[in-house]
């Protein structure tokens, strides 16, 4: 009987599926399995003897590569951003591959493309020839209120985005009061303590000097913390 088990193959991840071809005969595999087919899942050589119904016998050979699919990740410096904000910077490993999607130029996504969720994705091919992709997924808001949701019950903070100038309104009695605000590096900028704040106190500050881009504000309020995101757009 006639038997080719096919050229000697390479593929990336997943099984190559080997069949001794010949019906009715009993099937003898390198690795002692005697079924008609066999799986290769992992690199390496594999025969098959097979005997025919007449009891004639043959054998074939193949080499079968199987390479590892690459293991991709991906992350972005905010995944939940408004329209006004800078872009966002993703990174993905290993280094060297691309990313695609709707505003991304390089390995920035431009959030004015509009309120929406958007899935950039990032796609890594390796030296044999093997490709991964990983992504991350970005919410983008109009982020048009006035108050923060994460402030909660404590505070408005408006106009956001805002030139630099904004105003913070109290809407309870503090006692004392503590407000830090860092840009994105963590760098302070603004820093102010103040004692029996009351109720409806309206606090202005003025950033107009820093750079446009996000900035974090934390409230300290009689041990009560809030953080909340500022967007200065001139």
Same mark, same amino acid.
């Given at each position: ?20 071809? =010949?019906?009715? #005969? &009993? %099937? ?5 399995? /005697? ?8 690199? +390496? !050589? ?66 004015? =493309?509009?309120? #929406? &969720? %958007? ?5 890594? /091919? ?8 990983? +992504? !991350? ?98």
């Amino acid at each position: 009987p006639t038997l080719y088990l096919g050229a000697d193959t390479t593929q990336c991840g997943g099984a190559v599926v080997l069949d001794a071809q =010949i019906a009715g #005969g &009993t %099937y003898m595999w390198s690795d002692s399995s /005697t079924s008609q087919t066999l799986s290769a899942t992992i690199s +390496g !050589v594999y025969w098959v003897n097979v005997v025919d119904a007449n009891g004639c016998s043959t054998a074939d050979t193949i080499s079968v590569t199987i390479n590892a699919i690459p293991t991709v990740t991906a992350s972005a410096s905010d995944l939940t951003v408004c329209e006004l904000d800078g872009d966002v910077f993703m990174v993905g490993t290993p280094v060297g591959g691309t990313w695609s999607g709707t505003s991304v130029t390089g390995n920035q996504f431009d959030p004015s =493309i509009g309120s #929406g &969720t %958007y899935s950039p994705l990032y796609t890594y /091919t390796d030296a044999n020839g093997c490709t991964g992709t990983a +992504g !991350v997924t970005i919410v983008v808001s109009e982020c048009t209120g006035i108050t923060e949701n994460n402030s909660g019950s404590l505070m408005t903070l408006y106009p956001n985005p805002n030139n630099g100038t904004f105003n913070v309104l109290f809407v309870a009695d503090i006692s004392q009061l503590q407000i830090t605000i860092t840009d994105v590096q963590g760098k302070s900028v603004y820093t102010s303590q103040n004692e029996n704040v009351s109720a409806q106190s309206l606090v202005s500050i003025d950033l107009s000097n820093e750079a446009n881009g996000i900035y974090l504000m934390q409230v300290n309020a009689d041990g009560v913390k809030t953080t909340t995101r500022i967007s200065i757009v001139k």
